[in-house]
């Protein structure tokens, strides 16, 4: 069964309780291991200084070069998304490929007024979207 991994990319510091809900998410979803994967590597070459935002196409190849290879591996940023003809997206993957990610950026609207399990579920669902896309949905 092939595993999904799980990796925070992004420049702030983790969110381990947000990234756990992520993968128990994926988990119920895909019904297989979801681990979590950790290296110290960012794909820094990504941003964009014009639009001052990250390339997400640029990210997905990375996470293929970088990530782990048996698998899928699902990023997880704080930065900015876009392609370049739209202004952002809150995610993307490839399609029946290995690798997807998902940014927090554009997610976080309305959280103070509605409460951080908002930022939480939205998340969630993004990444269980953006993962099946990986698997080819």
Same mark, same amino acid.
């Given at each position: 069964?092939?595993?999904?991994?799980?990796?925070?990319?992004?420049?702030?510091?983790?969110?381990?309780?947000?990234?756990?809900?992520?993968?128990?998410?994926?988990?119920?979803?895909?019904?297989?291991?979801?681990?979590?994967?950790?290296?110290?590597?960012?794909?820094?070459? $990504?941003?964009?200084?014009? &639009?001052?935002?990250?390339? *997400?196409? =640029?990210? @997905?190849?990375?996470?293929? #070069?970088?990530?782990?290879?048996?698998?899928?591996?699902?990023?997880?940023?704080?930065?900015?998304?876009?392609?370049?003809?739209?202004?952002?997206?809150?995610?993307? $993957?490839?399609?029946?490929? &290995?690798?997807?990610?998902? *940014?927090? =950026?554009? @997610?976080?609207?309305?959280? #103070?007024?509605?409460?951080?399990?908002?930022?939480?579920?939205?998340?969630?669902?993004?990444?269980?979207?953006?993962?099946?896309?990986?698997?080819?949905?």
């Amino acid at each position: 069964m092939v595993p999904i991994f799980v990796w925070w990319i992004g420049e702030g510091e983790v969110e381990r309780d947000l990234v756990d809900h992520v993968r128990r998410h994926l988990e119920t979803a895909f019904r297989r291991p979801v681990l979590p994967w950790d290296a110290p590597e960012r794909p820094r070459h $990504a941003f964009d200084p014009r &639009r001052r935002q990250h390339l *997400s196409g =640029a990210i @997905l190849r990375w996470l293929g #070069e970088a990530g782990p290879r048996d698998g899928k591996v699902l990023g997880v940023t704080d930065r900015d998304l876009f392609i370049p003809i739209l202004t952002y997206v809150f995610g993307e $993957a490839q399609l029946g490929g &290995r690798a997807a990610v998902v *940014s927090i =950026a554009r @997610l976080v609207e309305d959280v #103070e007024l509605f409460g951080p399990q908002l930022l939480v579920e939205r998340l969630a669902k993004e990444a269980v979207h953006e993962v099946g896309h990986a698997f080819g949905l």
